[in-house]
T-cell receptor, first 113, second 111 residues
Framework: SQTIHQWPATLVQPVGSPLSLECTVEGTSNPNLYWYRQAAGRGLQLLFYSVGIGQISSEVPQNLSASRPQDRQFILSSKKLLLSDSGFYLC????????????FGEGSRLTVL | QKEVEQNSGPLSVPEGAIASLNCTYSDRGSQSFFWYRQYSGKSPELIMSIYSNGDKEDGRFTAQLNKASQYVSLLIRDSQPSDSATYLCAVTRGSQGNLIFGKGTKLSVKP
C-alpha cells in the first residue's frame, strides 16, 4: 500500500531564518506531488505541484520554493521566513495530475516568530 | 465572489440525527467535486467524490450535486460523535484544473 510521510511535524522558526520541509511517498512510482498550506481562518491553498522529477509548477508567488530531486521526494524551502509563512503545511500525492483524489501526509505545523 | 463557499459553522447536531453540509462554487466549468474530512490538528482525508448530477451514497454518507445551481451537499445519516470534524468541500477549477478548497464547515455531534 501507498504511504506518505512528511517531516518535521512541528517547528518554530524566527523571522528571516531558512526552512526545509521534506515529504516522501512509498509504494508507488511517478506520483504527482503537491504542497498545500492551511493558514488560520483560511482554506487550503495550493503552493506547488509536480508531475515528475525536476518539474515544478508554482501556483502562488511568494518567498517559498519547491524541488523534486527524486521521483518520490518533494521538498519545500525558504531562504528567509516571514511572519505570514506560519501555517499548517501539507504534502499530498495523487495518481493523476490535477485530480481531486489527493492523499495527504501528516502535516508540518510551522510557527514563525 | 469566492470560488468555493461553505458555512463555517459550527453545525451542532444530536447523535443519531442527519447532518447536512452545504457548499456552493463559482466556476461553471468545474467537473469534479469532493468532500474531505479533517479532524482537529490532523490532515484531510477524502470521504466522497461526485462527478454527475444527483445523489451518490456510500454507507452513512450521501453526496448531492446540482450543477445548474452550482451546489454540492453532504448528508451524514445517524451522526456519531466520531463524525465531529471539519468538512472541506473541494472543486476542480475548470474541466481539469487544480483542486480549490472551501474553508470548511465544523461539525459537532453531541452524545
Amino acid at each position: 500500500s501507498q504511504t506518505i510521510h512528511q517531516w518535521p511535524a512541528t517547528l518554530v522558526q524566527p523571522v528571516g531564518s531558512p526552512l526545509s520541509l521534506e515529504c516522501t511517498v512509498e509504494g508507488t512510482s511517478n506520483p504527482n506531488l503537491y504542497w498545500y498550506r492551511q493558514a488560520a481562518g483560511r482554506g487550503l491553498q495550493l503552493l506547488f505541484y509536480s508531475v515528475g522529477i525536476g518539474q515544478i509548477s508554482s501556483e502562488v508567488p511568494q518567498n517559498l520554493s519547491a524541488s523534486r530531486p527524486q521521483d518520490r521526494q518533494f521538498i519545500l524551502s525558504s531562504k528567509k521566513l516571514l511572519l505570514s509563512d506560519s501555517g499548517f503545511y501539507l504534502c499530498a500525492w495523487s495518481r493523476q495530475v490535477n485530480t481531486g483524489e489527493l492523499f495527504f501526509g501528516e502535516g508540518s505545523r510551522l510557527t514563525v516568530l | 465572489q469566492k470560488e468555493v463557499e461553505q458555512n463555517s459553522g459550527p453545525l451542532s447536531v444530536p447523535e443519531g440525527a442527519i447532518a447536512s453540509l452545504n457548499c456552493t462554487y463559482s466556476d461553471r466549468g468545474s467537473q469534479s467535486f469532493f468532500w474531505y474530512r479533517q479532524y482537529s490538528g490532523k490532515s484531510p482525508e477524502l470521504i466522497m467524490s461526485i462527478y454527475s448530477n444527483g445523489d451518490k451514497e456510500d454507507g452513512r454518507f450521501t453526496a448531492q450535486l446540482n450543477k445548474a445551481s452550482q451546489y454540492v451537499s453532504l448528508l451524514i445519516r445517524d451522526s456519531q460523535p466520531s463524525d465531529s470534524a471539519t468538512y472541506l468541500c473541494a472543486v476542480t477549477r475548470g474541466s481539469q484544473g487544480n483542486l480549490i478548497f472551501g474553508k470548511g464547515t465544523k461539525l459537532s455531534v453531541k452524545p
